[in-house]
């Protein structure tokens, strides 16, 4: 049987009171269960601040640019 992440609010409330985590890897082997809790990993939020989310351009670095646009004009 293949392994699958399963929800841990899907689980009788014996088992996921004791669960610290949101969800759960379900593995079967030789006729036994193993749950493994599921550390997500948290996101990094630095990626994401500013006007673009690719990380090719902050956001201070935008700035400077409509900065330098802005003197050009003048």
């Given at each position: 049987?293949?392994?699958?992440v399963?929800?841990?609010?899907?689980?009788?409330?014996?088992?996921?009171?004791?669960?610290s985590t949101g969800?759960?890897?379900?593995h079967?082997?030789?006729?036994?269960?193993?749950?493994?809790?599921?550390?997500?990993k948290?996101?990094?939020f630095d990626?994401l601040?500013?006007?673009?989310?690719?990380?090719?351009?902050?956001?201070?670095?935008?700035?400077?640019?409509?900065?330098?646009?802005?003197?050009?004009?003048?």
């Amino acid at each position: 049987m293949s392994d699958m992440v399963l929800d841990v609010q899907t689980l009788p409330e014996m088992i996921f009171s004791r669960i610290s985590t949101g969800k759960v890897n379900f593995h079967e082997e030789n006729g036994s269960i193993i749950l493994t809790p599921v550390i997500e990993k948290k996101r990094n939020f630095d990626v994401l601040f500013g006007m673009f989310s690719d990380g090719k351009i902050s956001s201070e670095e935008y700035m400077k640019e409509k900065q330098l646009e802005k003197e050009l004009e003048s």
